[in-house]
């Protein structure tokens, strides 16, 4: 019989510790934590559950006593280690810069990524949104459907945030500092421009819409650098100008989903309370026909139908600002409607641009006309400045036989001025 202890019960025996193999194999991490690894690779399971990095590297020689003594602590001690955990923790979008671009044959055209923005982007971006850089220009479609389009197409949120640093540069007082503005306006304007440079050959159904809001904002962007020597707008020292030559391209397009452009950008109109009307009558078809009767007299085919058709389509712009004589559009002639005029611009056609490349009389005499249209939109600060620019422009362009053709559109300008001071 088994010996009983004094309480009746038999003696404890004591345990053996069942016997295993030990490992040296393990990884770095679990021989740290002092876990028991299954050596699974390239990742075992303890670093796979804790989303570690695993590392089966053979360990390093011990660490000096002094480092030692840093590494080690106490039960219940906090630890002074964190950065070396967190360093060894997945990173995900660990990139930020601005931004990835995206690949024409992509059916989203750059939907997939959402551009990262660094302090300098989101000071851009804020300055966008709440300072109304486009104030009466479409206010709902540029100022909330555009940012929507730009983290989609991230040559669209390059040009936002140039027209931002370009409005912050025309803000600021006159002894101020602004190279950081104008040096964030040029990285993004160019960034954006290559970008859309790069797409325009492939544009596509998928990417029409952006890309033309895309050559608008370019559009606007050159505007707002304010004019330098030589730049009529549309062509600039006997070359045409990049932005007009990238809209080219978007008007190949212009067929293959006109009603879907129009839709995509359909907007309300604005709740926020407008200036009063003023009514100022302009008496342009006298002017206009004049013109119209010197084509006829000096022009010759096929430079003649290319004349007729650009004036005939500016008649329609100055219709659409001013009305007519016999009836006055009510509240026109000092605040231009935007889409009325940049349309001629969009609409002119290659033949004569090129007459202007060549400084051909009768075409820099339709563009000077164009620049009382370009007065009227004087009230948005990036085209401050361009109807005189343009008129002079043309004059130092024109014989001297050729010149009183520019008293008209002069005086207008004049008057313009003048009239948008006295009820301002």
């Keep these: 019989m088994a010996d009983l202890n004094q309480s009746g019960m038999r003696p404890a025996v004591k345990g053996s510790r069942r016997s295993h193999t030990k490992s040296r194999a393990g990884c770095q991490r679990c021989k740290a934590r002092r876990v028991k690894c299954d050596e699974a690779r390239p990742v075992c399971r303890n670093c796979e559950k804790s989303s570690l990095r695993c590392d089966f590297s053979p360990a390093l020689a011990r660490a000096g006593p002094q480092q030692q003594a840093i590494g080690k602590r106490g039960r219940g001690r906090p630890r002074r280690d964190w950065e070396s955990i967190i360093a060894e923790l997945p990173m995900r979008n660990a990139s930020c810069s601005l931004p990835a671009q995206e690949t024409a044959e992509s059916p989203s055209s750059g939907s997939a990524v959402t551009p990262c923005l ?38 669209v949120l390059h040009l936002i945030l140039a027209m ?23 990285h993004h304007y160019e960034a954006g421009l290559r970008e859309v440079s790069r797409l325009i050959p492939s544009i596509n159904r998928h990417n029409l819409v952006s890309l033309y809001v895309a050559t608008v904002l370019i559009c606007l962007i050159t505007c707002a650098k304010r004019p330098s020597p030589g730049h009529l707008l549309l062509v600039a020292e006997g070359q045409e100008v990049s932005w007009w030559q990238l809209l080219r391209g978007v008007r ?43 084509i006829a007299q000096e022009a010759t085919s096929p430079g003649k139908e290319v004349y007729e058709k650009a004036l005939a389509d500016l008649s329609g712009c100055f219709r659409d600002s001013f009305g007519t004589a016999s009836q006055p559009k009510e509240g026109s002639g000092v605040d231009g409607e935007f889409q009325f005029i940049m349309g001629w611009v969009y ?23 164009f620049s009382v249209l370009i007065k009227t939109l004087e009230y948005e600060w990036f085209m401050q400045g361009w109807a005189s620019h343009i008129l002079e422009g043309v004059g ?23 009239f948008r001071q006295q009820n301002n």
């Design 347 to 369: 609409r002119t056609e290659e033949d004569f641009v090129l007459c202007l490349k060549n400084q051909q009389p009768i075409s820099l005499i339709i563009l000077a006309y």
């Design 118 to 155: 660094n302090v300098d982007d989101l000071e851009l971006f804020y300055h966008y949104l709440n300072h109304r850089c486009l104030k009466r220009s479409g206010e709902h479609m540029w100022h909330v459907k555009v940012p929507q389009l730009g983290f989609q197409h991230p040559y």
């Design 396 to 418: 130092e362009r024109l014989r001297i036989e050729y010149r009183h053709w520019l008293d008209w559109p002069a005086e207008q300008i004049r008057e313009i001025e003048a």
């Design 252 to 294: 190949y397009m212009r067929d293959l989903d006109v009603h879907g452009l129009q839709l995509s950008f359909h907007t309300e109109e604005s709740t926020e309370e407008q200036p009063h009307a003023t009514t100022r009558p302009v008496h342009w078809e006298r002017p206009l026909d004049g013109i119209s009767k010197f």
């Design 164 to 186: 931002a640093a370009f409005h912050l540069v025309h803000l600021a007082p006159p002894d101020s500092d602004v190279a950081r503005f104008e040096g964030l306006a040029d």
